[in-house]
């Protein structure tokens, strides 16, 4: 049984392979594995014809038991615009499960909610420390960049992949609600394919 993800950019399509393992081994919801990802302009997840066409695409891949639709809100509201995009995506999809995630306001914010797990990788300097407001920077890479050592630029294609399989979870899920979000709605999808998830979110997380 495979996860298929729609993502926006490209960093996305090597990066939200990674996390979904990740939480799966979380999860210890072995039967699970992901595709790579359908990559999809930003324009396109606000139009309803164009996301019916990708979900029905997502439906065409391998082994697809669940669909997981990940962009960044930018200077959208996450509570305004992703019930809608959900529902069109969820009425194309029928039974196979389906689940939007819009991380607020770049997926970069869930690094910046932990960059002292990230000291050290990819150019992030030893000193470096978490962003007070993370989810707030309309930069979130910029942001990052800050966080590097002088002459680094973020490269989201080679570090966004990077610091996905780094970053603490545990840390991002308590301070980022988009992040909460990802792992609610990685719980959804997979009991939606018929995996037991008795003990998901991870009880030290909730706690955290």
Not at 108 to 127: I, K, M
Request: hydrophobic share 45%; net charge neutral; glycine share 6%.
């Amino acid at each position: 049984m495979n996860i298929q993800p729609i993502v926006e950019g490209h960093g996305e399509v090597a990066a939200v392979p990674v996390l979904v393992r990740r939480l799966r081994d979380e999860a210890g919801t072995f039967d699970l594995d992901v595709n790579r990802p359908i990559r999809r302009k930003r324009s396109e997840f606000v139009n309803e014809q164009a996301v019916r066409k990708a979900v029905r695409l997502a439906l065409l891949q391998a082994d697809c038991a669940a669909i997981l639709m990940i962009f960044d809100a930018d200077d959208d509201c996450p509570k305004d615009l992703a019930p809608k995009v959900e529902a069109w995506a969820k009425a194309e999809a029928g039974t196979v499960p389906c689940a939007l995630v819009m991380a607020n306001r770049e997926y970069e914010a869930w690094f910046l909610a932990t960059v002292e797990s990230l000291r050290g990788q990819s150019g992030v300097r030893n000193d470096a420390t978490s962003h007070p407001e993370p989810e707030s920077p309309r930069d979130a890479k910029g942001e990052l960049e800050q966080r590097m050592h002088v002459g680094l630029s973020y490269a989201a294609m080679a570090d966004q992949p990077a610091m996905t399989a780094k970053f603490d979870m545990t840390t991002a899920y308590a301070r980022c609600r988009s992040f909460r979000r990802m792992v609610k709605a990685f719980g959804e999808i997979a009991r939606g394919a018929g995996v037991a998830m008795p003990n998901w979110p991870p009880l030290r997380w909730q706690g955290a």
